[in-house]
């Protein structure tokens, strides 16, 4: 009856709604019932054209007192859907009695949202039950839960995180507590749990007030988690446990309880619980999305669920489980799982799961003296994916007696799927016009749309030899991504078999040879990846054209000299004559130029040509080298550009006693060989005039270059005051048996001299008087809508650390931080001559600085002292505005402010009744509405005096929080 009438009022409006609501909840006050629960949330999955992406399908888990003695049966709910709309009447759809005090309801609705958006279902009931020890007043309050979820066409398919255990629970005193909710989610989302304070929503269903029906939850009065009881309650202490997973703490016996959950697992654990009762506690479940912009939190179900601490001398009992494992989809799993009881009580094993079905969990033996079953899975390719599939055992003693008291030991087995290997890869010749490889394989068992099959390739065969849970190709094995083929959207019948890999349009080269290995990718949000294939490798006959040198003969800034050196080529057929090879140079270190010709050479056996041009500076530059092998006067092939190598130093003078002189050396090559493969020698010159070169340190470099700091020996220190010259000799090989290596390249030689550091400069900050300022609060110019503008200024003197440094200063560095918690990065140069600095147009007077002497060589000082400041904490409010409309003082805003990071703004009337409050603006910028005024649907207040309260947290470093009260005269 009151289900029909409400229903139809729903459809007069919300304001007989709301009516209907009041006398409906009139008459349940006294309902105190409601234990734990959860909301689920799924888009419409319905296939065909009648699915509808804005339409959302909910299941909603309520456990109630068992409706006997005057208890209510709750057989309909209130639901708010969130979207502004009134709320609707849900019968249930189902009760069943979980024991003589509990009853399990189950109700099922729908809801179809106007637009995509992120959403929040609410259900308020009726009471929570009484007697619930962690909280005040548990009767007088009443239970709130919600789900949160996204509506967005670019998400997909959207189903929220299903929770397969019950939301109830028995635990025991001085024993350890584990509940898992055995939460998955369909979509293959991650998921994190969080524990969250039980909620209420003051009013009831009567909270929520038309035209919007917000819903504002507040934590219920009096919570704390069950392991803090006040009022000199027994909170219970840590007994000896040990969980193998990890998952949880080991318990050490004798210290205060804890309790606590896995964000990853979402398992709870009370270690352990002192007091007998009835607890509630609440945890989020969050959905996070994985997208190609990176992870996106979509959606999350807050559970409130309810323990049921008893007094037993029951002992519980000790699970085991598989370790965990990998699996390849398509593979059967068997795991046996076992238990023991300490009491020889017979055990109850059990599986909670998403795979559950299709996998089954068979109880074999309920002991004594062991407890077994077996669980048995063959994942298909739809469980492929980056997280693990979690499967929740539970093992549950069954005591003898009056009114036992069954524990529990609980387990979590974690399955990860991973895709098979492509199979049957193999490479052969193309027949195209460039030189080219064709990859086939076998047409793949896991095709999904949006699935990539990635093509890697390494020249030379390859030790890979990936383990069997290990997937995809890892970085550092020599492969190179060279090709994506996509699985379409609908797959129909379109299959993806092959590859041609011609080197990106120039054509393989002879000489070499060509490994591939492919896996699959599969699309978000579930991923994962498949095992890699096995190797298939081609090879290439022939010699191509390849550069063996570019060393540095002579180094002097004209008529410096180069010598080149490359390969004759052999092909199959040979190259058609007349043949000359084209020899072409570039500055710097380029592969793409501009390139000119420097030299044509008709003899093709002559791979060698001494670039001695007056012009060339190889003191100062570096060059790069082309060879092209021209066939009847066409290109018939390319060398890869190859660069001399380039060394330059920085002379490190000492800056103490105890300190070291040094020369920091670095070297740059872009060369087509690995020049990492053998270590690169280092030679250095002494000061003297007949000094040799001598090899002092062997480096090991990186593809494109490598650096030393020379310190000397302990026999022989470097000393300031003289110059030192160094060159090195790379020595380098290309890839593969039948390709040139010990290719050994000098740089240019490189003398620095090792002059004495500069003097340090020690920097003055100028400090604001903040207690000054303070003081004359009333007194100040009100501060810009826009907020202040500040300048710091900065002055500084030439120090003398260390104690033998140079005076010779060309410029200062000056360097900037927002704060004493961050770098210190570079803010600007100001030559020699300016010893002071003003830091202009600031929004805050925050910072920290240092200065920087740097000499003529650009040898540069340690830095000086850090100086910092920080902001005031200045703040006044009006006592009067006049929000008229008139456009002046319209609005109340502070008058005097310093940076602000927030404000809470409240304001009372003369009777203390709250009317406004908003944390949306730091700087307030009330307009004088009323309490609904942020939605704009209220009147503005009348005339007369308020009081207000702001708290207020500052812009500083410490973000410092005070609290302002006073009293503003509104006038209109």
């Not at 030899?465 to 379109?494: E, H, K, R, V, W």
């Not at 200045?874 to 927030?902: A, E």
């Amino acid at each position: 009856m009151v289900l029909s009438l409400l229903s139809r009022l729903a459809r007069r409006g919300p304001l007989l709604l709301l009516l209907a609501l009041l006398l409906s909840w009139a008459t349940q006050v006294q309902a105190t019932h409601l234990r734990a629960g959860d909301i689920q949330a799924k888009i419409d999955t319905t296939v065909g054209p009648g699915n509808n992406p804005r339409r959302v399908f909910f299941k909603m888990v309520l456990y109630q007192k068992t409706p006997t003695g005057g208890i209510p049966d709750e057989s309909s709910v209130t639901i708010f859907f969130g979207d502004c709309g009134p709320p609707q009447i849900i019968p249930r759809a189902s009760a069943v009695a979980v024991n003589s005090e509990t009853q399990r309801n189950v109700y099922f609705f729908e809801h179809t949202y106007s637009a995509p958006s992120t959403y929040t279902v609410h259900y308020i009931g009726e009471n929570r039950n009484g007697g619930v020890l962690n909280m005040s007043a548990s009767s007088a309050q009443s239970f709130y839960i919600s789900t949160t979820f996204t509506i967005d066409p670019g998400l997909g398919q959207n189903r929220s995180p299903i929770l397969t255990k019950p939301s109830i629970d028995n635990a025991a005193v001085g024993q350890v507590f584990l509940h898992n909710p055995s939460a998955y989610d369909p979509d293959g989302d991650s998921l994190v749990f969080k524990l969250r304070p039980s909620m209420q929503v003051v009013g009831g269903i009567t909270g929520p007030q038309p035209p919007c029906f917000v819903v504002d939850s507040t934590r219920v009065t009096g919570y704390v988690l069950p392991n803090r009881l006040g009022g000199g309650s027994n909170n219970g202490v840590q007994v000896a446990y040990t969980d193998p997973s990890g998952d949880s703490p080991n318990g050490i016996p004798g210290n205060a309880s804890i309790f606590q959950q896995n964000r990853r697992t979402g398992t709870i654990i009370w270690n352990s619980p002192g007091t007998v009762g009835e607890y509630n506690v609440a945890f989020v479940v969050q959905e996070w999305r994985r997208t190609s912009f990176g992870r996106r939190l979509i959606g999350e179900v807050i559970r409130d669920m309810q323990i049921n601490v008893k007094p037993t001398n029951n002992q519980r009992p000790i699970l085991t489980i598989p370790p965990d494992i990998c699996v390849v989809a398509g593979t059967l799993i068997t795991g046996t799982v076992t238990a023991t009881d300490a009491d020889g009580n017979p055990i109850r094993l059990t599986a909670n799961s998403g795979i559950l079905p299709p996998a089954t969990f068979v109880q074999n033996a309920s002991g004594p003296p062991t407890a077994t079953g077996t669980f048995r899975w063959t994942p298909d390719c739809s469980n492929i994916a980056n997280q693990p599939v979690r499967v929740s055992f539970t093992a549950e003693d069954q005591p003898g007696g009056t009114n036992p008291t069954p524990l529990i030991d609980q387990r979590v087995w974690n399955i990860t799927v991973i895709g098979p290997a492509p199979q049957n890869l193999r490479v052969a010749p193309g027949n195209t016009g460039v030189r080219s490889a064709v990859l086939t394989w076998n047409s793949y068992l896991c095709r999904k749309p949006g699935a990539r099959i990635l093509i890697f390739r390494k020249e030379g065969a390859s030790t890979l030899n990936p383990g069997p849970c290990d997937t995809g190709i890892p970085a550092g094995s020599g492969f190179t991504q060279i090709g994506t083929l996509t699985y379409p959207s609908p797959l129909g019948t379109t299959d993806l078999l092959s590859f041609v890999d011609n080197g990106g349009g120039t054509g393989l080269e002879r000489g070499k040879t060509y490994c591939y290995r492919i896996y699959v990718e599969f699309p978000l949000p579930a991923g994962g990846k498949s095992q890699v294939s096995q190797e298939a490798c081609i090879d290439f006959a022939g010699r191509p054209l390849l550069m063996r040198n570019v060393t540095v003969d002579r180094t002097a800034p004209t008529n410096g000299q180069i010598t080149v050196r490359w390969t004759k080529p052999v092909s199959t057929p040979p190259f058609a004559d007349p043949q000359q090879y084209r020899v072409s140079r570039a500055v710097g270190q380029t592969t793409t130029g501009p390139f000119t010709t420097i030299a044509t050479i008709s003899n093709v056996s002559d791979t060698t040509y001494v670039d001695a041009d007056p012009s060339l500076d190889t003191q100062n530059r570096s060059y790069s080298y082309r060879v092209e092998l021209l066939s009847q006067n066409l290109v018939a092939e390319t060398a890869t550009a190859a660069s001399s190598v380039r060394i330059d130093g920085t002379a490190v003078p000492a800056v103490s006693a105890t300190a070291l002189n040094g020369i920091s050396l670095r070297w740059t090559y872009n060369v087509p060989w690995n020049n990492a493969l053998r270590p690169t020698t280092v030679y250095r010159k002494g000061p003297a005039a007949n000094d040799p070169f001598v090899a002092i340190a062997t480096v090991t470099g990186t593809a494109t270059g490598g650096s030393y700091l020379d310190e000397g020996t302990a026999a022989q220190r470097l000393v300031k005051g003289q110059t030192y010259c160094y060159y090195v000799s790379t020595n380098g090989a290309y890839d593969g048996n039948r390709l040139p290596s010990d290719l050994i390249n000098l740089s240019q030689q490189q003398c620095i001299a090792l002059r004495n550091v500069p003097c340090a400069p020690v920097l003055s900050l100028k400090r604001t008087n903040c207690d000054s300022l303070a003081s004359r609060l009333f007194d100040l110019p009100a501060t810009p809508i826009s907020g202040a503008v500040y300048t710091n200024n900065l002055s500084w003197t030439l120090g003398n650390t260390p104690p033998d440094c140079s005076r010779a200063i060309a410029s200062y560095n000056i360097y900037y931080a927002p704060n004493s918690q961050d770098s210190l990065r570079f803010l600007t140069s100001v030559p020699a001559t300016q010893t002071t600095y003003q830091h202009l147009n600031l929004t805050s007077e925050a910072g920290c600085y240092a200065v920087q002497s740097v000499d003529s060589s650009g040898t540069r000082s340690v830095r000086s002292n850090i100086a910092c400041k920080d902001d005031c904490q200045l703040f006044l409010l009006p006592n009067i505005f006049t929000p008229n409309g008139d456009g002046k003082n319209d609005t109340f805003r502070p008058k005097v402010f310093t940076p602000i990071r927030s404000t809470k703004f409240t304001v009372f009337n003369r009777w203390g009744v709250k009317i406004y409050e908003s944390s949306a603006d730091p700087l307030i910028n009330w307009s004088g509405g009323g309490s609904r005024a942020e939605g704009g649907a209220a009147p503005s207040v009348v005339e007369g005096m308020y009081f207000y309260q702001a708290e207020v947290e500052f812009g500083n470093l410490d973000r410092t929080k005070r609290t302002y009260k006073g009293w503003v005269q509104i006038t209109r």
